[in-house]
């Protein structure tokens, strides 16, 4: 009951016009990111993040929410119209979204994803309404060694899942908390490994390595494949809604897609790609005529984008009630609410409570305005994929430059994120992966705050932690999904997803 | 020598030896807990240990030729020059002002793909909206030449 009151006072803010115009541009511009291929949800939220300096938080973190889920509905148009995602969550629609182009059928599976995402975000924001404060207010409860054993258990679980090989993904974790050293220590306040640089100092700027990894390594990728790479066309779109007797199926598909992205999104490491390939795999594993996937059926569309919707509402969650990030771009808005003078985490909910439902409110406009623009006009953004390269990466490039520069009108940052952004490249070009750099490099500081501060409580001995029940169970998770892990990379069995979402 | 791998976890290798080195001048342990390099010495140790065997994995089962994984010819080209394109911002931008430096910068990125007079068009247009979104509309202090751009 609390809860409603608190959402309906989150109305009033997020419906004031300054922040309603802002939500607007947020999923305008999420939109666009969504469908320019190439340009992902992190890439796209590190390189617009700038545009909100001159904002107040609420109104910026409501415009970056925004782009963020806005994103996850704007690859599904070209996936759909041209066969090419706008981005990874996306590539599972093509199987079923454009062979249903193709047979004139556009605006049906258009249609069914709009709703679908409609429907998956707005559960799982129901989901977060519920949850948000219960979970807010049991972690309130939590000491050091709680939140140390949370941050190593998303940390193991994101290395455990993310990337081909586990020596890579643990290279990639080590490396963004070695990076995370650089500057002063939390305990301390002693300069570390600034090497006489005095703009190392104060450590490295988070957007400028993020801005780097995923925006101009990005840049670079899209520069590779060459500046002459053209979309083809899109196909026509012909009516808007699906056949009577889709429905059903559809709605099914809706439903089971909402729960299955909602429960992935609580998970670290777990892209937005998985929620998708799961969905798909277990619609054509429950249709009572499977071979009709990959030739057009309207569930292959439905389940998969409900899914990737419902998952980008409930990794809100661990963000919001425990401050910790379980994907790059939710990394990005944790770069952004620190920003802007923002910690997020339970005390959030306390301190500053009409930011957490001015967001989440602001998150259902959201999601409504992007069905109005993605149903009936999917064919004019379609038109925007047939913006030339050429035109639009140097311009993405410039913008990166001085959005960089922007963080703290320091020429330094663009530099770090130069490097950064050649260290993305070639890390790619390896297979190690990018989110845990950034994820350790996000989560550094806590871990080592509340390891010192556990330790410190502990007099040193580290098995202290095991005789506290909650720090107890959750480090020994962490340690079962890394040997778990460790045991399927010797097997030659380790369950890993692409580095993907960026 | 022409397999990427090697030279990347190379450049981890001395990375990590480095911050190892750094991390042992740390006090390691203090009266009331664990110091300034408690956790740089485990992390960078483990960090070392890794990419010493990604180093010996790239000799052996991690090998990428560099004329696979890099791009050739004019894209290869492209891409230099792109990289090289904010240090030709950095380098500039105090004695040219931002307008300049960045019609310089977005001139080299364009005249890659369009004739020289387009490339300076579009140059000077996205330099001159670039400056009114930041400067003016998100006050972002941009450096400026004597004349104010």
């Not at chain 1, 409860?141 to 081909?164: W, Y």
């Not at chain 1, 990005?218 to 899109?234: A, R, V």
Request: charged share 10%.
């Amino acid at each position: 009951m609390e809860s409603l009151q608190l959402l309906l006072q989150g109305f009033e803010t997020a419906l004031s016009w300054n922040n309603l115009f802002y939500c607007a541009i947020g999923v305008l511009f999420g939109m666009l990111v969504g469908v320019l291929p190439g340009l992902g949800p992190a890439a796209g939220t590190a390189i617009l993040l700038p545009l909100t300096y001159g904002l107040e938080p609420i109104t910026a973190i409501i415009m970056l929410a925004g782009i963020y889920y806005g994103s996850m509905y704007g690859g599904t148009i070209t996936s759909i119209l041209i066969n090419t995602p706008g981005e990874a969550a996306s590539v599972i629609t093509c199987l079923d979204g454009y062979p249903l182009a193709q047979q004139g059928r556009a605006g049906a599976a258009l249609a069914i994803a709009a709703i679908g995402s409609f429907i998956g975000g707005t559960l799982s924001l129901i989901g977060l309404i519920i949850f948000g404060p219960i979970v807010a207010n049991q972690v309130l409860k939590f000491g050091p060694p709680e939140f140390f054993a949370l941050v190593v258990l998303g940390l193991t679980l994101l290395v455990a899942l993310m990337g081909k090989s586990l020596i890579k993904g643990l290279i990639a974790a080590l490396f963004g908390l070695s990076l995370a050293f650089i500057g002063q220590d939390p305990g301390s306040g002693y300069i570390r490994f600034s090497f006489g640089v005095t703009n190392l100092t104060s450590g490295i700027e988070f957007i400028a390595i993020a801005m780097g990894l995923f925006g101009f390594s990005e840049i670079l990728f899209n520069i590779e494949k060459g500046l002459d790479n053209k979309n083809s066309t899109p196909a026509k779109i012909k009516g808007l809604l699906p056949k009577k007797e889709e429905w059903y199926p559809s709605l099914k598909a809706i439903g089971r897609g909402s729960g299955l992205g909602f429960v992935l999104g609580l998970i670290p490491g777990l892209n937005s790609v998985i929620p998708t390939m799961i969905s798909y795999s277990m619609e054509k594993k429950m249709s009572k005529t499977p071979d009709r996937f990959g030739k057009g059926a309207i569930e292959g569309v439905a389940g998969p984008e409900t899914a990737n919707n419902a998952y980008s509402g409930s990794a809100l969650i661990p963000l919001l009630t425990l401050g910790i990030p379980t994907s790059p771009t939710i990394a990005v808005l944790l770069g952004a609410f620190v920003m802007h003078g923002l910690t997020p985490g339970p005390t959030l909910y306390q301190t500053n409570p009409t930011v957490i439902w001015g967001i989440i409110a602001s998150m259902f406009i959201g999601n409504l305005l992007l069905l109005i623009m993605n149903w009936p006009l999917a064919g004019v953004w379609a038109k925007i994929t047939l913006v030339p390269f050429k035109i639009l990466l140097p311009i993405l490039l410039m913008v990166t430059i001085v959005g960089t520069f922007s963080i703290r009108n320091n020429l330094f940052d663009v530099l770090v994120m130069l490097i950064f952004g050649v260290i993305g490249y070639f890390f790619k070009k390896i297979d190690i992966p990018l989110a845990p750099v950034i994820l350790t490099f996000v989560l550094g500081s806590v871990l080592e705050k509340t390891l010192v501060q556990s330790l410190t409580m502990f007099e040193g001995n580290f098995f202290e932690f095991f005789t506290r029940p909650i720090s107890g169970v959750i480090l020994a998770i962490a340690i079962i999904s890394l040997l778990w892990s460790i045991y399927g990379g010797i097997r030659g069995k380790k369950v890993g997803v692409d580095d993907v979402e960026i | 020598m022409k397999n990427i791998s090697i030279y990347i976890s190379l450049v981890l290798l001395i990375f990590s030896g480095v911050m190892l080195f750094d991390s042992f001048k740390l006090e390691y342990g203090g009266d009331y807990g664990p110091g300034a390099g408690f956790l740089p010495v485990w992390v960078n140790g483990i960090l070392f240990i890794l990419t010493f065997i990604l180093f010996i994995m790239s000799f052996k089962k991690d090998i990428r030729l560099i004329k696979d994984v890099l791009p050739q010819h004019k894209e290869r080209l492209h891409l230099l020059i792109t990289i090289l394109s904010p240090i030709l911002f950095l380098t500039t931008l105090n004695f040219l002002g931002f307008t300049l430096s960045s019609i310089l910068v977005l001139f080299c990125l364009f005249v890659l793909s369009f004739k020289w007079y387009w490339s300076a068009t579009f140059a000077f247009i996205v330099s001159i909206v670039i400056f009114f979104v930041f400067k003016e509309l998100l006050s972002v202090p941009l450096p400026v030449n004597q004349f104010g751009w």
